[in-house]
């Protein structure tokens, strides 16, 4: 009888494997709040920030051989990360990721570049296209995971191919767009893939419109979110045909506190005051009653994070 390592083993092992190659860039008992726009949740048992693909197969090879649990985060703004942490490795593409080039009308940008600086990236060449993503705090590998988007447009519409890594495979791969299974703030990229870069096609411009359409985009944010407070922006998805937030507020859903959250006065879902420290546990009910409360005046409900909207490292 074979029997599966206890989850502590399988840290150990995963640990003790990249340490020998990565040294002390791996944490251990990392917090996870602060690298979330909720502020919230507990630790990562086990924490690297990948500068090269030296690094990414190092967690590779140490997933393959300890089968300890995974995941990869960007900039954290879809994450509700549950108050016992992650209880394996939690990746992120840092510094040696984050870069962007230009040929032609493509621009091609590693996964960890920001989507609002790849926006500013396509105005610098008079390239249209991109302007709708520049409010939105993602970084290029969230935005592609999400099909991130606004004002009618996401991230699908201008991607031509995304390069992955993939664990524990231990490779790298280009997925052509249109084999990424978008739809409506989701893809279905292969299990175990790290959106290294991706290349996205856009098209001549005139600076002086794209420069207008990028205020647009930033003046309908800063009416219509608390951009100061912790909050992970519009956090239910728009059923077919409707709004998320019109429903929540139409419920009463807007005027709501629970715990240590509240659905706010805004569009968004506001977290907590404060950085860190504050429960998980005390926000996530605020979340499911005001989508409950607009599920009940309508009968399409909005979904939370972590139940389609985005991830929960539980
Ligand atoms: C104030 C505010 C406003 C927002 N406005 C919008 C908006 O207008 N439109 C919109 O679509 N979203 C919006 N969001 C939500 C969020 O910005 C998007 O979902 C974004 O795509 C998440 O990107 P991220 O880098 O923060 O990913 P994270 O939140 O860190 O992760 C989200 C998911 O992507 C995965 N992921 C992250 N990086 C990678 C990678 N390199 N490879 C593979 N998978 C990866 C994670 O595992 C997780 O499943 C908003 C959030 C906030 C806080």
């Not at 998805?237 to 629970?258: I, W, Y």
Request: one cysteine or more.
């Amino acid at each position: 009888m074979t029997t599966e390592p206890a989850p502590e083993r399988r840290v150990a092992t995963a640990a003790r494997l990249l340490a020998a190659a990565t040294g002390d860039r791996l944490r251990r008992g990392f917090p996870l709040a602060r690298l979330t726009s909720f502020r919230l949740g507990g630790p990562a048992a086990l924490y690297l920030e990948a500068e090269t693909d030296g690094d990414l197969a190092a967690a590779s090879a140490a997933v393959a051989e300890s089968g300890v649990p995974w995941t990869v985060i960007g900039k954290g703004s879809n994450l509700l990360v549950s108050d016992r942490g992650f209880p394996g490795l939690v990746l992120r593409l840092g510094k040696g990721f984050r870069w962007a080039g230009r040929d032609g009308v493509r621009l091609l940008a590693g996964g960890a570049m920001p989507l609002p600086a790849l926006a500013g990236v396509g105005l610098t060449h008079s390239l249209a296209g991109l302007e709708f993503g520049v409010a939105i705090p993602a970084s290029l590998g969230g935005a592609v995971r999400m099909n991130a988007g606004a004002h009618d447009h996401s991230v699908s519409e201008v991607l031509e191919s995304i390069e992955v890594y993939s664990i524990p495979g231990g490779s790298r791969s280009m997925v052509r767009a249109s084999d990424a299974g978008f739809a409506y703030r989701r893809s279905s990229l292969p299990d175990g893939s790290v959106v290294i870069g991706a290349v996205a096609k856009l098209r001549p411009g005139h600076p002086d419109a794209i420069r207008a359409e990028m205020e647009a985009a930033r003046s309908w944010r800063r009416a219509t979110q608390p951009l100061a407070e912790p909050n992970c922006g519009s956090v239910f998805k728009n059923p077919l045909g409707d709004h998320a937030a019109r429903l929540v507020e139409a419920a009463g859903g807007k005027a709501m506190s629970v715990g240590a959250g509240s659905a706010g006065r805004r569009r968004s879902v506001r977290g907590p005051p404060g950085d860190g420290g504050a429960a998980c546990r005390r926000f996530r009910p605020g979340i499911h009653l005001a989508g409950g409360r607009s599920g009940r005046s309508r009968s399409r409900s909005p979904s939370p994070p972590g139940e389609g909207g985005g991830r929960c490292c539980r």
